[in-house]
């Protein structure tokens, strides 16, 4: 019998700095319900779905910038989200911005089943961007200032009938994240996205080849992993900040599925049957059979380039 997860991928438009969480909250809210009426069972929300993209923004002291985390979840803005999830038998995840009791900042998803309990927890791994106030950009991406790389790895958890893992934006653009998560059979990938529709150090990136480059890497690793990705943006204009869209859905055989066609809240609601991942595990990419794991040393003992090991 096939095991369908039906899926919705709930896309945030533009928050403004001044926008309250509890206004935010109110959108998701809306989301959740269209997605309820769509079938759903799943619902994706973006990357620091709470917030504006805050690490545009410098700031000399570090502490100042606390007020955009959550010290934790759920709590009085995101606990009516949580109540309309279980009363709608809705699992969710979603992003935020997490500052620890003991003081570490970390760019958090959680997984929540449909009891509203959170069952999962990913820290963003790749951070993007810079540390100190770059004058040679276009504008800032301040997240190795603002966040600490995640201590998680990359867990894939038996949930909502299917083997899920979580990335965060950027984790999408690099083969490990699919991979070390592949190695555990992950049939469902969910990531949520904010990426400004121009390369701040190449004014000739725009948002055509930015939304290349965001298929392109959904696709190889759905592909090459034989797995789901659900890939939802944070979009449009943030107090004159541009994020592209490009919230879509791909499926095990690298192709994608639906993709919104906006930049506004929407939800994309596919019924993604896991069970498609089993051919592309079990011919092309069965690690167990295929792999070489002699020769992939150079991946772990080396992070930047070095000397070639040919002449
Ligand atoms: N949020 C996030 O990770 N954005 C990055 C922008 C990279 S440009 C510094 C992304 O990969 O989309």
Known sequence: MAR????????????????????????????????????????????????????????????????????????????PLFDK???????????YAELTPDGHHFNTSILVDK???IVGKYRKTHLPGHVEFDTGRTHQHLEKRYFEPGDTGF????????????????????????RVMGLQGVEMVV????????????????????????????????????????AVAKAGTEDGNHLMGGTLIVDPNGKIVGELPHEDDGVLV??????????GKETIFDFKRHRRTEHYGLI????????????
């Open 4 to 79: 369908i997860v039906t899926v919705a991928a709930a896309q945030l438009g533009p928050i403004q700095k001044a926008e309250s969480r509890e206004s935010v909250v109110a959108r998701m809210i809306t989301l959740m319900e269209e997605a309820k009426a769509k079938g759903a069972t799943f619902i994706v929300y973006p990357e620091l779905a709470l917030t504006t993209f805050f690490p545009r923004w410098y700031e000399e002291d570090r502490t100042k910038m606390d007020h955009w985390f959550e010290s934790s979840m759920p709590n009085a803005a995101t606990q």
């Open 191 to 230: 990531l949520g996205f904010n990426t400004p529709s121009v390369n701040s150090q190449r004014a000739g990136e725009g948002m055509e080849d930015r939304l290349f480059h965001h298929r392109l890497s959904c696709q190889a690793g759905a592909y090459q992993n034989a797995t789901w990705v659900v």
């Open 115 to 117: 009891a509203g309990t």
């Open 270 to 279: 596919h019924a993604c049957d896991l069970d498609d991942t089993v051919f």
């Open 300 to 311: 772990t003992e080396r992070v930047g380039v070095g000397e070639p090991l040919g002449r």
């Open 85 to 95: 999830a279980r009363a709608l038998g809705m699992a969710m995840s979603f992003g």
């Open 155 to 178: 867990p894939v958890w038996r949930f909502a009938g299917g083997l899920i893992g979580m990335a965060i934006c950027n984790d999408r653009r690099w083969p490990e994240t699919y």
